[in-house]
T-cell receptor, first 113, second 116 residues
């Protein structure tokens, strides 16, 4: 299976700080990259997607992609206690049989009030 | 516009029984993925299906597990002769027929299987 690596954490940041989450992937043929947020006991929900090198901003979230380094990151500005969750990095890779999505093990984030 | 629907949400089975988990994809979606998540672990890919076809089952255990996505009706993940190690959350996700790289997958609420 294609590898998607994340630092499992836990990562703790104080409220209002910037949280930085990192992800690396092994398949250079990967096309699209996604960040999902998963609260305990809940299903993953999509929060960001990125397809091209560089930064993509959406509110307090910024995704960064560097295909040469096979590296994706997610920055959360002005972190709130409600951001406390596990963040999953997902990579989409095209194969002869269709598209496949591979997930990292997730990084647990705790925002301390 | 209903999302991905999974049922049952919670299922308790005794060792040796069968578990059947159902998934109805989001309207208009023709691709279904099943993932398993053990406690405190990440999402592990199990199987990828289109209507009446298994596209990739490389993540499925060789025995006791099977999946289908019939022409009519939901996708079914079937686990025969369950063991305690099968206790996990099983997530179904669906996506559109792929037409551009931006399509992603959307998850159902999950089915939590407990084997006693």
């Amino acid at each position: 299976q294609k590898e998607v690596e994340q630092n499992s954490g836990p990562l703790s940041v104080p409220e209002g700080a910037i949280a930085s989450l990192n992800c690396t992937y092994s398949d250079r043929g990967s096309q699209s990259f996604f960040w999902y947020r998963q609260y305990s006991g809940k299903s993953p929900e999509l929060i960001m997607s990125i397809y091209s090198n560089g930064d993509k901003e959406d509110g307090r979230f910024t995704a960064q992609l560097n295909k040469a380094s096979q590296y994706v990151s997610l920055l959360i500005r002005d972190s709130q206690p409600s951001d406390s969750a596990t963040y999953l990095c997902a990579v989409k890779t095209r194969s002869n049989t269709g598209n496949q999505f591979y997930f990292g093990t997730g990084t647990s984030l705790t925002v301390i009030p | 516009n209903a999302g991905v629907m999974q049922n049952p949400r919670h299922l308790v089975r005794r060792r040796g029984q069968e578990a059947r988990l159902r998934c109805s994809p989001m309207k208009g979606h023709s691709h279904v993925y099943w993932y398993r998540q053990l406690p405190e672990e990440g999402l592990k890919f199990m199987v990828y299906l289109q209507k009446e076809n298994i596209i990739d089952e490389s993540g499925m255990p060789k025995e006791r597990f099977s999946a289908e996505f019939p022409k009519e009706g939901p996708s079914i993940l079937r686990i025969q002769q369950v063991v305690r190690g099968d206790s996990a959350a099983y997530f179904c996700a669906s996506s559109l027929l792929e037409s551009f790289s931006g399509n992603t997958i959307y998850f159902g609420e999950g089915s939590w299987l407990t084997v006693v």
